[in-house]
């Protein structure tokens, strides 16, 4: 799936006035700091505020993955989930770091095709944090 032309007229929208900076510019911090830490920076500048360079964040989604499905995997863990794992989808979201601007820009398959149950659920420390709030 594409999401160029989704992305196009947003930017369209805001630039004609229709879409304020504030709606088109809405990285909760943990979106940005999410992008300062794992993004990997592309080339491409920053389509609101031209100052920065796009950072481009992967997120991977599947029932297989288990309790593991939402989060952030770099390029190389995708690599290897690729062998692990039979079907997954990766959303990958482009995050300015500088003005917020952030938006889906595609997502794809990616996995072995062979299907797996999900993997045990495990208690990790992010379980402590959901129950603490
Ligand atoms: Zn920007």
Redesign the pocket.
Same mark, same amino acid.
């Not at 500048?45 to 920065?52: L, R, S």
């Not at 300015?96 to 601007?101: E, I, N, P, T, V």
């Given at each position: 799936m594409d999401y160029s032309l989704d992305r196009r007229a947003t930017l369209i929208a805001l630039f004609q006035g229709k879409a304020s900076a504030m709606d088109a510019?809405d990285a909760d911090p943990y979106l940005r700091r999410a992008a300062k830490h794992h993004g990997e920076r592309t080339q491409r500048? @920053?389509?609101?505020? =031209? =100052?920065?360079k796009?950072v481009e964040l992967r997120y991977a989604f599947g029932d297989q993955l288990g309790q593991y499905s939402g989060r952030i995997k770099s390029l190389a863990e995708l690599d290897e989930m690729e062998n692990e794992f039979g079907e997954f989808r990766v959303y990958t979201v482009e995050v300015?770091?500088? @003005?917020?601007?952030n938006h889906l820009v595609y997502s794809y398959l990616l996995g072995d095709g062979k299907v797996r149950k999900p993997p045990r659920k495990v208690r990790t420390l992010e379980d402590d944090d959901w129950v603490k709030r």
């Open positions: 510019c500048p @920053c389509p609101v505020c =031209k =100052k920065n796009m300015c770091g500088d @003005c917020g601007w």
